[in-house]
């Protein structure tokens, strides 16, 4: 399917475009902010081909697309006309409780940042492996640039939140990043650097490292905003462009270094000193919760909120050992994902669990989760379980990462800034985690749906051993001329979920429905919607054609037998007119009944064609 096509299908199910509020994107998923949550069809969201899964939580509708996500995204926001930000509603930002907004802001925040991050990360851990091994000088020029190269994202880190925190609070972002400019400006880096002491109208400004910090111009930039917001609604528009960045700047600049500035250092080190105090009390406990939970926390989208511990505890220590613990459990739904594919047997599940076990390798675990193992659920268990064995070795060995990226087979490298130790655990835990939950998921099993090839197979071997048994079959023809649909597509769940017992549906070709067996005609509804028929034999068979067409009230439908009439198989019943359903919005698929299925040992489709006509056999009553 094309990107234009399947982004149409997107905005047509989560409302239209008019329902869009606001949209961005993570590693995998569409992020949608709506203005009517009531509005979106999440069912038919999930039926399109293209879409993994979705999912509503934050307060956000997120749909899971898997690699391409970035192309639909971007063929979305042309088709929708969207700006980047979204449009300015922000009492729909106000909706959900804390941990709700917490997450939308911090993933608003940093998604648009993640894939230059994993890759400055990445190469920042293979220049520091190609050091520790010695293929490569800390002396040499050839050094110098790739680690300047490297280290630059990290560095400048306060200028590029300032521009997506801007984006977050509605701030002008040149106006934010000029902000965070003030953080690392040169001059002040020199005084702090020398040790010197700095005053302002004679008040000391406590200055601080403030390359590679996040709590600092995360919050600067939200205080911005009341500045800046104060000023836009008192300011003549002639001077509005002129003196709203004048005062802003006169007034955050000095407050951003003596106050806020020192006050998000000291959160950043109290954040950072008490998750080192718990994982100094157990690094092995410490991974194992980490190990099994991090999936979960990925489901409901919270793990957006561990991502500036990481970033802080690398600002602040240097390294990270939140991100080793992190790993195993991705590579622990990786693992299990590959099990299911190794024991599966339905065509559709063993491609999608190869597509994404590929795509776990390198890190995202979307499509694993919602397309193979949470749908499956055993198969995520036993991930979680292998994820927690893996982070207690990894927590237990010590490892920690120099640099934040996604947890694939290709970053091992940001783990080699600690010691040889530490590096070994990070990748046996990875390793461990993966196999060890390949093995148990094959081990253990799942339950899965059946594809169109083994429920044929499986009729076929239920018709072919009763064929040999002493037991009575009792055939039950068509009604109708049409094409058969298996019962759970009916969109109907009474139908489709057997409530009313087994047998199939048929979308007509032609509007006369004939008899399906010898018997009685024993209902007949007055809106001549609906018809059971009775057999000599005890069956009871109800044909109900169309979804809903209860309401219709009798229009274009038309009886010829009376209820309580015998009927021959094949006998002219009723007539219904086809385009006029369809035209007054319902379905005209036809569900075939057996309503008393439980006096039966089974009922089998027998049909093995698409098409059939009125008067072929289309089920079979096993006695």
Known sequence: MSNKKLANQIIEGVGGKENINSL??????????????????????????????????????MVVIGNNVSSVYDTIMEETGLQEEGTDKPEEESKGNFFDKFSQLISGIFSPVLGTLAGAGLLKGVVTLLVVSGLLSDKSGTFTVLNATADSFFYFLPLILAFTTANKFKVNPFLAVTLGGV????????????????????????????SGTVIPIILGVWALSHVEGFFKKRLHESVRNLLTPFFSLIIMGPLLLLVVGPAATYISKLIASGYMSVYSLSPIISGIIIGALWQTLVIFGLHWGFTPISLNNLSIYGRDSLSAMIGPGVAGQTGATLGVFLKTKNKSMKRLSLSAFITGLFGITEPAIYGVTLKLKKPFIVGSIAGAVGGGIAGGFGASAIALATKSVLTFPIYAGGTVRGLLGYILGYFVSMILACILTYIVGFEEELDDEQKENQNDEKVKSNENLPVKQEKIASPIKGNIVALEEVNDPVFSGGAMGKGIAIIPDEGKLYAPVDGVLSMAFKTNHAYGFTTKDGAEILVHIGIDT????????????????????????????????????????????????DKYLDVIPVSKEKEVKNGEDVLSLIV
Request: with cysteine.
């Open 550 to 597: 209860v309401r219709l009230e009798g229009t274009g439908f038309k009886r010829y037998i009376n209820e309580g009439e015998k009927v021959k198989k094949g006998s002219l019943v009723a007539e219904f007119d086809i385009e006029m359903i369809k035209n007054a919005g319902y379905e005209i698929v036809t569900p075939i009944i057996v309503t008393n299925t």
């Open 24 to 61: 961005f994107h993570c590693a995998t998923r569409l992020r949608f902010t709506l203005n009517n949550k009531q509005k979106a069809n999440k069912e038919e969201v999930e039926k399109i081909d293209g879409v993994v899964k979705a999912v509503e939580s934050q307060g956000l509708f």
């Open 183 to 210: 953080l690392i400006h040169p001059s002040l880096v020199a005084i702090f650097t020398a040790g010197e002491s700095l005053e302002f109208f004679d008040i000391p400004v406590i200055l601080g490292k403030y």
